[in-house]
RNA sequence: GGGCCGCUAGCUCAAUUGGCAGAGCAACUGACUCUUAAUCAGUUGGUUCAGGGUUCGAGUCCCUGGCGGCUCACCA
């Protein structure tokens, strides 16, 4: 792995570590720790900058000087050294600026002497002036330089910066330090989930933590992770939603609740799947799904306005256009329009699979009836909504906690938020909260468990129970941070949306994967 | 899990038909007091992912394994 040790036993630095190694011995030789415990920094780079800028418009600079001292930290970027001057850049979470350091200002020892135990990726403290430079960059005449950190580890190439994937996400901190566009990702996606908070906040929803840690699984279709509680001597599964427990919550008399948390899903890994992934979901009483579609539209284009400051937003070169009202089409009529079948036509497999066929899809012989009309959606009806859309009303086989629609019991009130023609934002529906429905449609999906279906869901009686007290109307929303934070961002994969993503372990450092896995699982 | 592709210096990448493993940046030595991919001169740096095999000779061809990417399947 670049920039590791031998971790495991031995600590041999290779060539490059152990030059600046020696540095920071050389350092303590002359008495200064090379890892001090304090910081003495008066501004940030950013702050350091306006300033300067203030002072200057009021004209209140000396010699254009502002001869107010101040002291910047922050990771050496860059170094120029010019014999008897040093340009440098310092990066700080703000931002950065420039350093001048010149011999006759920092004084002939710490220049000839000290200065050489500095290197690219050091975090310093540097104290000074702020002037102009002839090409007009703020800059900071430097009559001191600390070091704050000596890194051991030199940073990735300045202009190719670090691109191999695997060690992108493997090593995200060098990333993070290489990339600003990364940096900048995760401080969207940061916003984004304040500005869905904000939302929600705003119109009197409660947040709430439920386990994750449940001693049944329920709310999605999907295999669990399993673990084991010692105490309790009992199986547990990280949670594959928490839908099933904010309803219970609408029984016990709360009126608008939600929950941002890590969904665990047992399942394969691709650019729109992570096996943990972020999960909004909220529940309003006395609503239904078409008002949850206003509220999750007004949601969107609220955190696209506050965000990204616009609701023009592109992504992989399709230019989409978030403002309302979005588009609303049934999946029947969507499908009907793309593909020309109306699945309503062909109430059994086989007629709807030869339709299908007939209409250039490809699909599979043993396909069942309802994951036809999924495969229909996937390969007609789909890549043609690039703007934001809601599907709407799917058949009941697909959404076992989904209301029926009042006047055709064979569909539900359900929709999915779908944009850039392959990204589904999110998932909705009005409830179910006929007790015995529910029971009858988890004991559907009981038959399919046993049917070998690891996907369908387990009976939840204590959810059944719950609803048997009764549950009021409810419209409920589950909304992908990590797609939607995907699409604000024009990221091609969830695993650039997600700071640490899921990757195989590696253990190759002394090329015995099978010691190095044992010594990892016996670690306390 | 299947298929295809990739893995070479700290980073970004070369290496012709199987024929001396290279460049830029970084590092090291030196020059240079307004540079910003600074410039100039010189130097160092390699288990070519690992292990086998074929061959006079393997980064290159074959086999096994590791990790990754894309894609298909499953899913949100």
């Known amino acids: 792995m670049p920039g590791a040790c031998h971790v495991r036993g031995t ?27 304090r910081a003495h920094r008066t501004a940030s780079t950013e702050d350091a900058i306006a300033r300067f800028e203030d002072q200057e418009h009021a004209q209140a600079l000396v010699d254009g000087h ?32 420039q350093l001048y350091l010149r011999k006759d200002v920092l004084g002939a020892d710490a220049y000839d002497d000290l200065l050489k135990l500095f290197d690219l990726g050091d975090f310093v403290e540097a104290t000074g002036e702020l002037f102009r430079t002839k090409t007009g960059e703020v800059s900071l005449r430097t009559s001191e330089i600390r070091m704050l950190a000596k890194a051991l580890n030199a940073p990735p190439e300045k202009w190719h910066g670090l691109s191999d994937i695997e060690t992108r996400y493997r090593q995200r901190y060098v990333d993070l330090i290489a990339n600003e566009e990364v940096r900048e990702v995760f401080r969207i996606r940061a916003r984004t ?3 869905l908070r904000h939302f929600l906040d705003s119109r009197d929803y409660l947040e709430v933590e439920t386990p994750t840690l449940q001693p049944l699984y329920g709310g999605a279709a999907a295999r669990p992770f399993t673990t084991h509680h010692h105490a309790l001597d009992q199986t547990f599964y990280l949670r594959i939603a928490d839908e099933l427990y904010l309803k219970r919550l609408l029984v016990g008399g709360y009126e608008r609740v939600y929950e941002i948390c890590k969904d665990f899903r047992n399942e394969g890994i691709d650019r729109n799947h992570s096996p943990e992934f972020t999960m909004l979901e909220f529940y309003e009483a006395y609503a239904d799904y078409e008002t949850m579609m206003e509220t999750v539209e007004a949601m969107i284009v609220q955190a696209a306005q506050e965000v990204l400051g616009t609701l023009r937003i592109t992504y992989h070169d399709k230019e989409i256009d978030l403002t309302p009202p979005w588009r609303r089409v049934t999946l029947r009529a969507a ?48 890549p043609n909504l690039i703007q934001p859309t809601f599907l709407t009303d799917y058949p009941v086989a697909l959404s076992p906690l989904a209301k029926r629609k009042a006047d055709d019991p064979t569909h539900v009130e359900r929709f999915q938020p779908l944009v850039a023609g392959s990204i589904e934002l999110g998932n909705a529906f009005t409830e179910l909260n006929d007790p015995m429905d529910q029971l009858a449609r988890f004991q559907e999906q009981q038959k399919d468990r046993e049917a070998g279906d690891e996907e369908a869901m387990p009976i939840d009686i204590d959810y059944v129970t719950a609803l048997m007290y009764g549950m009021p109307p409810t419209g ?4 992908g941070i990590d797609r939607l934070v995907m699409f604000f961002t024009d990221q091609p994969t ?9 990757m195989r372990r590696q253990a190759i450092e002394d090329g015995r994967p099978a010691l190095a896995a044992t010594s990892d699982d016996t670690a306390p």
Do not use: C, N
Not at 17 to 36: F, N, S, T, V, W
Not at 67 to 84: C, D, L, N
Not at 476 to 479: K, P, S, T
């Open 193 to 195: 989930i304040t500005a």
């Open 11 to 37: 600590m041999e630095l290779s060539e490059l570590q152990q030059i600046r190694q020696d540095k920071a011995q050389a350092l303590r030789e002359r008495g200064i720790e090379p890892y001090p415990g």
């Open 335 to 382: 499908i009907e329009e793309y593909s020309g079948i109306d699945y309503v036509d062909h109430p059994d497999q086989a007629s709807l699979l030869a339709a299908a066929r007939a209409a250039g899809a490809d699909i599979e012989s043993g396909t069942v009836w309802p994951r036809i009309v999924d495969e229909l959606l996937k390969q007609f009806v789909r």
């Open 476 to 479: 409920g929303v589950g909304i």
């Open 66 to 97: 502002d001869t107010e001292p101040i002291t910047v930290a922050g990771r050496i970027v860059s170094f120029r050294h010019m014999g008897k001057t040093v340009f440098a850049h310092i990066r700080d979470g703000h931002g950065q600026i």
């Open 494 to 502: 969830l695993r650039d949306v997600i700071l640490f993503p899921a």
